[in-house]
């Protein structure tokens, strides 16, 4: 039997599949990427370690690059075209150049660092090693540490303040937190928290800093103009990220054993309003326009969004087997999301909230930076 091809047919075929790909890569392509510039993202793999970069316009693994043991604190520099990051067992900062993707430094910190911050202005980026009780501030520019000043025990995050003159250190195992410099890393003062301090919100204006508890279900506020202790605010489970509205007017804080967000008035210093979200919500990230927030649910392998004015619970958005860390693209266009357990990171169209692709990217891939440069 002869199988008569229609060939007019299959050019036909061929030229609407260019098109509908042609559509695809124009919707996107953020409208305020201009020729020339480009979108990346950056997780750090800990298992291997390695940076894997993707590129976010065509969607696909472009590098995958040597940065050492266990790569944390993986940052976007907030002026030029460079990824910031650790290594937690080789004790050392490393450099990216976005343009090449080499590793253009590696400044010894000291031992198990974990988290790294910038000051406002991005001149300084400011690091807390754990296993030598110490902080340090790096000149960005020149890559070479300035400034070194001992904090408590076991520091876990150095974190400045919006307006730069302070930098706030939580310290794990003497349940304090360090009230540094934000120039000299000169010791402005010690405040005692809840147990093993962890991580860190700041209000805009540098008022007030709420810092969550490692091993109980409270978070602290402290009072930064006054340099003293307010409250610690019960939370009905162990806080597993903090999320502030651009605003400073409400923090959002998913507890995994309460399955929901809770919701935290900055200003009164009060846990507001409770919303059930699903199993183990882990972590978040705002829209641009600071109306959506979306939940990752490690448990339930979903996104959660949520119209945060009004508490309402959108569909899920179904990613993969264990998302956690979220991202979100200078435009808003694309929402980010690492699976741990797969070794995927997943692509979604925030307009219509619908997964367009999951892309591979190590062995048990943890944080995650965007870059447009």
Not at 160 to 176: F, K, Q, Y
Not at 232 to 258: M, Q, V
Request: charged share 15%; glycine share 8%.
């Amino acid at each position: 039997m002869k199988i008569r091809l229609n060939y007019r047919l299959l050019a036909l075929l061929f030229i609407l599949s260019g098109f509908a790909i042609r559509e695809v890569v124009l919707e996107l392509r953020p409208s305020f990427l201009r020729p020339g510039l480009h979108l990346f993202a950056y997780v750090g793999n800990t298992a291997d370690g390695t940076l894997s970069v993707i590129d976010l316009v065509k969607l696909s693994p472009i590098a995958t690059i040597n940065v050492g043991p266990v790569p944390s604190g993986i940052r976007a520099h907030p002026t030029r075209p460079e990824i910031w990051g650790l290594s937690t067992a080789g004790g050392y900062a490393w450099v990216l150049d976005c343009k090449s993707n080499q590793i253009v430094a590696k400044i010894p910190v000291g031992s198990q660092p974990y988290a790294l911050d910038f000051s406002p202005d991005g001149r300084l980026a400011y690091v807390a090693a754990s296993g030598v009780d110490s902080v340090v501030a790096i000149d960005t520019a020149r890559r070479q540490i300035v400034a070194s000043e001992r904090a408590g025990r076991r520091p876990w995050i150095a974190r400045a303040a919006p307006d730069g003159h302070l930098v706030v250190v939580s310290n794990r195992e003497d349940s304090t937190v360090s009230l540094l410099d934000g120039k000299s890393l000169a010791s402005l003062g010690t405040i005692h928290v809840a147990p093993d301090p962890e991580q860190i919100a700041i209000l805009p204006d540098s008022s007030k800093a709420f810092i969550t508890s490692g091993s109980s279900p409270q978070i602290s506020v402290v009072d930064l103009r006054r340099k003293l202790f307010l409250t610690n605010l019960s939370l009905g489970g162990t806080p597993s990220d903090l999320i502030l509205k651009p605003d400073g007017g409400e923090l959002y804080i998913p507890i995994a054993a309460s399955h929901g967000l809770l919701i935290v008035n900055t200003a009164s210093n009060e846990v507001g309003d409770f919303v059930l979200l699903g199993m183990s919500p882990v972590s978040g990230v705002l829209s641009r326009d600071a109306n959506t927030l979306y939940v990752s649910d490690s448990a339930a392998n979903h996104i959660v969004p949520i119209i945060i004015d009004e508490r309402h619970v959108l569909p899920p958005i179904s990613v993969g087997q264990a998302p956690s860390t979220c991202g979100i693209t200078p435009g808003g266009d694309i929402l980010l999301v690492v699976d741990s357990s797969s070794g995927d990171l997943a692509v979604i169209r925030t307009r219509t909230a619908s997964l367009i692709t999951l892309i591979p990217v190590g062995s048990q891939p943890r944080d995650l930076a965007i870059k447009l440069f």
